[in-house]
Structure formats: C-alpha cells, structure tokens
T-cell receptor, first 115, second 110 residues
Framework: GAVVSQHPSWVICKSGTSVKIECRSL??????MFWYRQFPKQSLMLMAT?????????EQGVEKDKFLINHASLTLSTLTVTSAHPEDSSFYIC???????????FGPGTRLLVL | EDQVTQSPEALRLQEGESSSLNCSYT??????LFWYRQDPGKGPEFLFT???AGEEKEKERLKATLTKKESFLHITAPKPEDSATYLC???????????FGPGTRLSVLP
C-alpha cells in the first residue's frame, strides 16, 4: 500500500515553455501533498505544501507565480513550472500523506531539463 | 531553528561489515522521526517511523533506534544492494512539514 506515482518521469523542454507534472496517490486519499526539489548529491528542499481544496503554502524563496500547484482532488496534485528556464532544471519529487497519518510517501520523481 | 544533521556524510563498507548511521536533531519538540532510503534517480522509500525515546524498529538487516537527541540506523551484515543514500527527517508538533537531514551515502562493496 501507500503508492505514489508521478508523471512524466522525464521531461525535456525549451526555455520559455511551461511544464506540468502530475502526482497521484494510487491506493489512499492524500489530504496533504508536498512538492520538493533536489539538486545532485543534495537533500530534498521543500517547495510547497498543499491541502486538498486549499491554496498551496510556499516556502520562503519559492516563487508561487512560477511554480503553480493545484491539489484539486484527494488523489491528484499538479505542479506547473511556468516559463521554464535552464536554472529550473532539477529533480522534482512529490510526496503524499493521508488523513491522520504522519508518514509521507514519495513518488519516483520527475527529472526536468530545460534547454 | 530546527536542525537535522547526519553523519557520516559518506560510508564505505565491505559486505558483511556492520555499522551505524547517525541522525542528530535539535528541535523544539519531536512529533516523529522518519528514516528513508533513496536510490539514485528515484524518490525516497519509507523505512521507519519512531515516535519516542527508547523506541526501536527493525526490518531485515536494518534497525532504527531513537534517543532524545539522536537516532541511529544500524546495518547488520550489509549486502551490496543496501547501497543507497539514507535520509532522516523529523516532524515537529507545530508543523506538518518534515525537516530533512543531508543524508548519508552508503556504499557496500562485494
């Protein structure tokens, strides 16, 4: 149980385009979802927290107009990187947590390369 | 400020050579401490949750323990497939977010 999927696993795009990443909880209802960014050989950096049906809470220094997060249902959250630039290239990972559960279960990650 | 540190940064073991990884934390209150394993290019895989000092959890060759200031992940007779980065994270009572440590990169040589 507690499986989280992400799609796509890999995306290459041109500078200036927007990219959408989906995060789904497959076998449980995720009341809270988290989006992280990870650079090579570094730990996870929390970008934002979203509760189903509410606006996301962004961490300090994360541009909310650039990284749009939508948590429209209990099984789906999306991260849209708008007007992507090469410096946005990174490994993006989502996690999900169910009601009354403290553990976060992570997706497999999405590697974004902006040319 | 809540902080989580992990040591060593990297560890190289021979197959069968047991060792321990450390996770030290300074937080205003502990709601839970979590251990994850992360393979290169993949998302973290959940291993254990510990809630109170003295608690221990085991899974195959891994055992996690918790004190008031730190947690240890003991690896007994490791195998090459145990090679990964091990991350610990803490959750404080007043927030729903995790504070992650930087991780320990473990390499087990055959």
């Amino acid at each position: 149980g507690a499986v989280v999927s992400q799609h796509p696993s890999w995306v290459i795009c041109k500078s200036g385009t927007s990219v959408k990443i989906e995060c789904r909880s497959l076998d449980f209802q995720a009341t809270t979802m988290f989006w992280y960014r990870q650079f090579p050989k570094q730990s996870l950096m929390l970008m934002a927290t979203s509760n189903e049906g509410s606006k996301a809470t962004y961490e300090q220094g994360v541009e909310k107009d650039k990284f749009l997060i939508n948590h429209a249902s209990l099984t789906l959250s999306t991260l849209t990187v708008t007007s992507a630039h090469p410096e946005d290239s990174s490994f993006y990972i989502c996690s999900a947590r169910g009601q009354g559960v403290e553990t976060q279960y992570f997706g497999p990650g999405t590697r974004l390369l902006v040319l | 400020e809540d902080q989580v540190t992990q040591s060593p940064e990297a560890l190289r073991l021979q197959e069968g050579e047991s060792s321990s990884l450390n996770c030290s934390y300074t937080v205003s209150g502990l709601r839970g401490l979590f251990w994850y394993r992360q393979d290169p290019g993949k998302g973290p895989e959940f291993l254990f949750t510990l809630y109170s000092a003295g608690e221990e959890k085991e899974k195959e060759r891994l055992k996690a323990t918790l004190t008031k200031k730190e947690s240890f992940l003991h690896i007994t007779a490791p195998k090459p497939e145990d090679s990964a980065t091990y991350l610990c994270a803490v959750q404080t009572p007043y927030g729903q977010n995790f504070v992650f440590g930087p991780g320990t990169r473990l390499s087990v040589l055959p």
